[in-house]
Structure formats: structure tokens, C-alpha cells
């Protein structure tokens, strides 16, 4: 843990670029964990939706605290940065390829654990339960992005607590950002892309360590450059829309 530490020390600026990456990464995947876990409870009565998706939350908890036990296993295997850069870019090829459709519904009746336990619990905890499924999913996949961004367990760590309040906060905040301004979802899938990219190119660092754009890639400017630009990504058209009306966004009432 003090290399860990001494790491962050001795680059600080590199820490919070990588940080702000992970602030990213983790807000946007949560709001693709909070909109299917929304789908999965809308046929449940009103009072229960809300009860169900609290129940998920905790789970959420639990599974992601679970997953940092395993993240010093996982950084030791080099090949998840390139893999979770693949993952990252199959999220928004398949984002831009459905041209922007909405949401596919979540049809729990093809799931073989509501199935099992429906008539056993009821819907209401059939669908707690696999939400619980859901919920253990999401963290691998969650986990499996913060670990393939940093090697810093430290980090690590921060990363998961981060995507734990995005479940809870950022999430949030970002759906209803999107409802008013629905070109930042454009915005936030090339984000995904770029930092998709950015893993993937840990291919030429790992085989060709000691050429210069590897050295420029491993960079604390490269890091800090990254971070400008993905914030860049939706501060800019944010700015022209107030200013300009250019994106389009839905009025206030």
C-alpha cells in the first residue's frame, strides 16, 4: 500500500487525471446500471418501485465492496487494460448502431432465477432478487473498467466507492441532464470511445515500452491532457447550446 501511496505523491497531477477519467467512466456506466434496473421494477406496483430499487442499491454496496477484494488479484494481469479498452469501445459501437433507440426492455420472464423463484417469493422479491443478479453483473463490469484503467490499488478503490455514489447520486443527475440536453448522450458514448481507445493503445506501451509515444502515453501530460479534453467533450456543446441554441435543447417549463 505505501508504493501505492507514494505513487499518487509523486505524481499528483496524474492521481487526479486518472481519478477524473474514473469519475467519468463510472457515472455514465451507472447510468446504464440505473436505467435497466428501472426497467426491471416498472411492472411492480407504484409503492414497491422505489422499495425494490433500495434493496438494489444495498446490493450494489455489497458487490462492488466484495469486488475490491479481488481488484489486487486482477492488476497483476496486464491484458485487462486492452480488454476493458475493447469493452469500452463495444458500448458505444453498439450505442451509435442502434442509431439511437431507446432502451431494449428488460423481459424478466426469460430469466430462468424469476422464474424459479416467483412462485416460491412473489414478484416483488423475484424481481429483488434478480435485480441482486443484475446488481453482481454491473460490479464486475464496473470494477473490471476501474482495474483496467490503473494498476493503483489505492485508486482502485477510489474508483468503486465513486461508482457506488454514481449509483446513487451521479446517475441521477445525469439522466436528467440528458432529458434536458439529449446530445450530451452522443457526448457521453465518444467519451466512452476515447477512453476506450486510450486502453486499447496499452498494447503498443506494453510491446514497445521504450518508444516515445509510449513514453508520452504513460505521461503525466498525456493523463492531464485526457481529462481536459473528456470534460471538454461536455462542457463545449453545453456552452454553445446556453449561448447559441446550437445543440438543440429541450426548454424549461
Not at 492521481?15 to 455514465?28: D, H, M, R, Y
Amino acid at each position: 500500500m505505501n508504493i501505492h501511496l507514494q505513487q499518487i505523491l509523486d505524481n499528483p497531477l496524474a492521481a487526479l487525471a486518472i481519478v477524473g477519467n474514473l469519475i467519468i467512466i463510472e457515472s455514465l456506466l451507472s447510468v446504464d446500471n440505473a436505467a435497466v434496473l428501472a426497467t426491471m421494477v416498472s411492472d411492480l406496483p407504484k409503492e414497491q418501485r422505489h422499495k425494490a430499487l433500495r434493496y438494489g442499491i444495498i446490493g450494489a454496496y455489497v458487490f462492488r465492496g466484495l469486488c475490491i477484494l479481488f481488484a489486487s488479484f486482477l492488476i497483476e494481469f496486464w491484458y485487462l487494460k486492452p480488454l476493458g479498452g475493447l469493452y469500452l469501445l463495444y458500448l458505444a459501437y453498439d450505442h451509435f448502431s442502434s442509431k439511437g433507440g431507446s432502451e431494449e426492455d428488460i423481459d424478466k420472464d426469460k430469466s430462468w432465477l424469476y422464474r424459479s423463484t416467483i412462485g416460491l417469493l412473489g414478484p416483488f422479491w423475484a424481481t429483488v432478487a434478480l435485480i441482486e443478479l443484475m446488481d453482481l453483473a454491473f460490479s464486475i463490469d464496473n470494477v473490471f473498467a476501474v482495474v483496467a484503467f490503473t494498476d493503483n490499488l489505492i485508486l482502485i478503490c477510489a474508483g468503486v466507492f465513486i461508482g457506488i455514489l454514481a449509483m446513487r447520486l451521479v446517475a441521477q443527475a445525469f439522466v436528467l441532464l440528458m432529458g434536458k440536453y439529449p446530445f450530451l448522450e452522443t457526448a457521453a458514448f465518444l467519451v466512452i470511445a476515447l477512453l476506450g481507445l486510450k486502453l486499447l493503445l496499452s498494447l503498443f506501451e506494453h510491446f514497445r515500452p521504450n518508444h516515445p509515444i509510449s513514453h508520452f502515453l504513460g505521461s503525466e501530460t498525456a493523463d492531464a491532457g485526457l481529462t481536459v479534453l473528456t470534460v471538454a467533450m461536455f462542457a463545449v456543446p453545453l456552452l454553445t447550446s446556453w449561448l447559441f441554441g446550437v445543440p438543440y435543447h429541450q426548454r424549461s417549463r
